[in-house]
């Protein structure tokens, strides 16, 4: 029973920032890459963020480059999305992910979502 549970969502004002956090358990969380997907209504899910199980690499989709950053702490099994500079197009269900590598996350092979947090962003 693996679980990924988010936090850290709410409602902010643009310009704002908002820190996200996934907790893990009952997962190998350092042999995991990790990531972050959001989904808007009526729209399809997308990707937003990723990190390899040692940290060393990230990858971010172009529309959140140098406001988004990921990190995490295998110490604490939790994966955390720091935003900045937020849009009101930033507005979506942000979801927790785990996968191979950040190649399989990118790709949407995913073996592990979380429940996933609301992120809505003001003008």
């Known amino acids: 029973q693996v679980q990924l549970v988010e936090s850290g969502g709410g409602l902010v004002q643009a310009g704002g920032s908002l820190r996200l956090s996934c907790a893990t358990s009952r997962l190998t969380f350092s042999s995991y890459a990790m990531g972050w997907f959001r989904q808007a209504p009526g729209k399809e899910r997308e990707f937003v963020a990723a990190i390899s199980w040692s940290g060393a690499s990230t990858y971010y989709t172009d529309s959140v480059k140098g406001r988004f950053t990921i990190t995490r702490d295998n110490a604490k099994s939790t994966v955390y999305l720091q935003m900045n500079s937020l849009k009101p197009e930033d507005t979506a269900v942000y979801y927790c992910?785990?996968?191979?590598?950040?190649?399989?996350?990118?790709?949407?092979?995913?073996?592990?979502w979380g429940q996933g947090t609301q992120v809505t962003v003001s003008s």
């Open positions: 992910a785990g996968g191979a590598t950040i190649a399989t996350l990118r790709s949407a092979r995913v073996d592990y």
